[in-house]
């Protein structure tokens, strides 16, 4: 029987144990007021779907009777079970948790329930079926339905507008308490995400997206929770501090991005070079450089030669130092495979490029001073840079992207049998009829 028709069981019985298709995670810190209520009613809801399932209470440094309480469910039910850590964290549960689970879909869920649980099942069917890596609650779709005051209406679309114009990244909710990821792709990302609080949320979404993987929208119906014990200011601080820490390791090329995406098998080595936004404002940032260094250069040179001369040394030396720094850090390539083709391809560049300045040059009456020249050089040079742009995207670090959802990059647990047939859409009702372990046949 395959994970698309297996009707969820309990994880324990008569000795006997399975490993679940999803593992949901419920990180807590001094929850015993609701932590039972949440549990049942998830795990009522978890009956209903078609996919075997645990339970996991990740208690961070709780100081109240939470972890009393979650050690009596776990011992009530087969499929919870609870897990302790001695220090506070959101990121740091999720990350001690999926690191070590054995579960294919690893979902997450915050303990007030806010996100309505009728969004479960096409939050995770996605990454069961394979077309998909991560998948994210979203309040802020156009078809969410979400209930909450101003102050945090205008905190959460403020921070998701700064990441989309200072990280350029493309999901609309980086904060919902709703979100689920392959084990495969948690695997290969979580080494990279450094932060163990609030922070951590944004910072795997963004390093999944850099890295070619696809992401899953689900538009939410939302309550806000007014017991809600957040510090607000605290957490925009430090989320802006990991804005300004991600920006810049990005920018330098410092996260394997290219690697992870060949790892998965989900793109070719050379997509994993981020979204075009990203690539223009790092390759306009470096061509600013690029400029401003050929005219310090063109002029000093112009002390000692001609401008026909001067204007090659000094093009020659960018275009060599534009060439590496693009490939670095617009195109995210590292290590030396491909460098010299790269570079010789980026000469073919500069050579077009001198053509143009030259013929620039050419066209200057004669005797013109050395600003008319520069001038005129840096105008032209622009023109040259929006070229150099388009052939370094379409030519020397062209894209080739390779997503083929096949049956090597679905786990084993979610192909189906080969007796049977490819299970259609999935009944939200889940499968009727069917007995449970420990439970009489669903009515």
Same mark, same amino acid.
């Given at each position: 029987?395959?994970?698309l028709?297996?009707p969820?069981?309990?994880?324990?019985?008569?000795?006997?144990?399975?490993?679940?298709?999803?593992?949901?995670v419920?990180?807590?810190h001094n929850?015993?007021?609701?932590?039972?209520?949440?549990v049942?009613?998830?795990?009522?809801?978890?009956?209903?779907? *078609?996919?075997s399932?645990?339970?996991?209470?990740?208690d961070?440094?709780?100081?109240?009777?939470?972890?009393?309480? !979650?050690?009596?469910?776990?011992?009530?039910?087969?499929d919870?079970?609870?897990?302790?850590? %001695?220090?506070?964290?959101?990121?740091?549960?999720?990350?001690?948790?999926?690191?070590?689970?054995?579960s294919?879909?690893?979902?997450?869920m915050d303990?007030?329930?806010?996100?309505?649980?009728?969004?479960?099942?096409?939050?995770?069917a996605?990454?069961?079926?394979?077309?998909?890596?991560? %998948?994210?609650g979203?309040?802020? %779709?156009?078809?969410?339905?979400?209930?909450? !005051?101003?102050?945090?209406?205008?905190?959460?679309?403020?921070?998701?507008?700064?990441?989309r114009?200072?990280?350029?990244v493309?999901?609309?909710?980086?904060?919902?308490g709703?979100?689920?990821?392959?084990r495969?792709?948690?695997?290969?990302?979580?080494?990279?995400?450094?932060?163990?609080?609030?922070?951590?949320d944004?910072?795997?979404?963004?390093?999944a997206e850099?890295?070619?993987?696809?992401?899953?929208?689900?538009?939410?119906?939302?309550?806000?929770?007014?017991?809600?014990r957040?510090?607000?200011?605290?957490?925009?601080?430090?989320?802006?501090?990991?804005?300004?820490?991600?920006?810049t390791?990005l920018?330098?090329?410092?996260?394997p991005?290219?690697?992870?995406?060949v790892?998965?098998?989900?793109?070719s080595?050379?997509?994993a070079? !981020?979204r075009?936004?990203?690539?223009?404002?790092?390759?306009?940032l470096?061509g600013?450089?690029?400029?401003?260094?050929?005219?310090?250069?063109?002029l000093?040179l112009?002390q000692?030669?001609?401008?026909?001369?001067?204007?090659?040394?000094?093009?020659?030396v960018?275009?060599?130092?534009?060439t590496?720094?693009n490939?670095?850090?617009?195109?995210?390539?590292?290590?030396?495979?491909?460098?010299?083709?790269q570079h010789?391809?980026?000469?073919?560049?500069f050579a077009?490029?001198?053509?143009?300045?030259?013929?620039?040059?050419l066209?200057? *009456?004669? !005797?013109?001073?050395?600003?008319?020249?520069?001038?005129?050089?840096t105008?032209?040079?622009?023109?040259?840079?929006?070229m150099?742009?388009v052939?370094?995207?379409f030519?020397?670090?062209?894209?080739?992207?390779?997503?083929?959802?096949?049956?090597?990059?679905?786990?084993?647990?979610?192909?189906p049998?080969?007796?049977?047939?490819? *299970?259609?859409?999935?009944?939200?009702?889940g499968?009727?009829g069917?007995?449970?372990?420990?439970r009489? *046949?669903?009515r």
């Amino acid at each position: 029987m395959s994970a698309l028709e297996e009707p969820a069981v309990a994880l324990a019985t008569a000795g006997h144990q399975t490993t679940p298709v999803l593992d949901v995670v419920i990180p807590v810190h001094n929850e015993e007021v609701q932590l039972a209520a949440t549990v049942n009613r998830l795990r009522d809801h978890l009956l209903a779907m *078609p996919w075997s399932f645990r339970i996991t209470i990740a208690d961070n440094a709780s100081t109240d009777s939470t972890s009393a309480i !979650g050690r009596r469910l776990s011992h009530t039910y087969p499929d919870v079970r609870l897990q302790h850590l %001695a220090e506070k964290g959101r990121g740091r549960a999720l990350r001690h948790v999926w690191s070590k689970s054995d579960s294919d879909v690893l979902v997450y869920m915050d303990v007030d329930l806010s996100t309505d649980l009728g969004a479960l099942l096409p939050l995770v069917a996605p990454l069961i079926s394979g077309h998909s890596d991560l %998948a994210i609650g979203s309040r802020l %779709a156009g078809s969410a339905r979400v209930e909450r !005051g101003f102050q945090r209406e205008f905190i959460s679309r403020s921070y998701n507008l700064i990441l989309r114009q200072s990280l350029r990244v493309g999901f609309s909710d980086a904060q919902c308490g709703f979100k689920a990821i392959r084990r495969d792709a948690a695997r290969e990302l979580l080494p990279l995400v450094k932060d163990q609080e609030w922070f951590f949320d944004t910072e795997l979404l963004t390093v999944a997206e850099r890295a070619g993987l696809r992401i899953h929208e689900v538009p939410v119906d939302w309550i806000d929770d007014p017991d809600s014990r957040v510090d607000i200011v605290r957490t925009a601080i430090n989320d802006l501090k990991g804005v300004l820490r991600l920006g810049t390791s990005l920018a330098r090329g410092q996260l394997p991005l290219r690697e992870v995406a060949v790892s998965l098998g989900r793109t070719s080595d050379d997509a994993a070079i !981020g979204r075009l936004g990203s690539q223009v404002a790092i390759f306009l940032l470096i061509g600013v450089l690029s400029t401003l260094a050929y005219a310090a250069l063109f002029l000093g040179l112009r002390q000692v030669t001609d401008a026909l001369p001067a204007n090659l040394l000094a093009l020659l030396v960018t275009a060599v130092a534009n060439t590496a720094a693009n490939r670095r850090f617009s195109f995210g390539v590292r290590g030396v495979a491909g460098a010299l083709r790269q570079h010789v391809q980026g000469l073919v560049v500069f050579a077009i490029g001198l053509g143009a300045t030259s013929g620039a040059i050419l066209l200057l *009456p004669h !005797g013109s001073p050395p600003a008319a020249e520069v001038a005129v050089l840096t105008v032209t040079n622009l023109a040259v840079t929006v070229m150099r742009f388009v052939a370094m995207r379409f030519w020397m670090f062209r894209q080739r992207v390779i997503r083929q959802v096949s049956t090597r990059s679905v786990p084993a647990s979610f192909r189906p049998a080969r007796s049977r047939a490819v *299970p259609g859409p999935v009944d939200p009702a889940g499968p009727r009829g069917r007995s449970r372990a420990g439970r009489a *046949p669903s009515r």
